[in-house]
């Protein structure tokens, strides 16, 4: 399995776009999510900070829908750009997607203190809106499951970042 | 509607269970969601921060996320709280909840810098699971609907934070 992810999307996102909480290179306080690929899989791996706990010991669960939020986007992009015969880390600026339904399954309590994997299948539903089924790792173990529907991002939210 | 939680069930919350970053008021770095009762429906308030971004002027569907967790989990525990016969704010310690499924969709863009609502309806649909359906209300716009599922905290999770 992918222990680190090196060409990640979101490092090629436009820098207008690059200010999510989630994944956004340029949020100083930000989580700085990063998904690749790993063959025909994608791969968004990231270790919670200290204070993401739901209850001492364990991962809050708002991080791992932060986590499978990011990772379905991003994820979108990848797959949309690899359509569109590109690859993260070329010349060619990627798709950017948002967030229409996120759907996940809290399956068993998420340990601290060890990287999670988020590893998803993108399966494309419409031209311009995928989804991505997920699972999320602590070491061998599924933890969650999750699908995110992700959509090209509307125009209106592109005239409204350029004003 | 209600502009602040007075009674929360957060504070309620024994203090091994208050370190959830979401909701526990007793983790610094955390956003302290407080949920309590507007009569029949459950409220969270929650203004987002200017690092919660999604892109600018817009926020982050990973906070959207964890805010309706939460309000999801305080609803849940509310209205077994007052099921049993008791309010927050009161001697009886309620009880507290885990996120078994969280399923949203996102139905607009949702502007920064205003106090976002969570209002929630709880269902039971078993003797230890609830599910909540929440509508997240920026100003007078609906921008995300909801269902949480939520359930007891099983015994296990007591006995290993209780260690």
Known sequence: MTEQVKHAIQDDY???FSHCYGCGRLNQE???F???WNEDQTVTIYTPKPEHTAIPGFVYGG???????CHGTGSASLALHRKNGHEPGGAQEPPRFVT?????????PIPQDIPLKAIGTPEEVHPK???IHTKVFAGDTVCAKAVVTASVMPASFTQQTTE
Chains 1, 2 share one sequence.
């Open 34 to 36: 990063r998904t690749g």
């Open 14 to 16: 436009p820098a207008d």
């Open 100 to 108: 229409a339904a996120l759907n996940i399954d809290f399956l068993k």
């Open 129 to 131: 809106k995928f989804n």
């Open 30 to 32: 930000g989580h700085h």
């Open 63 to 69: 991080l791992i829908a932060s986590l499978v939020d």
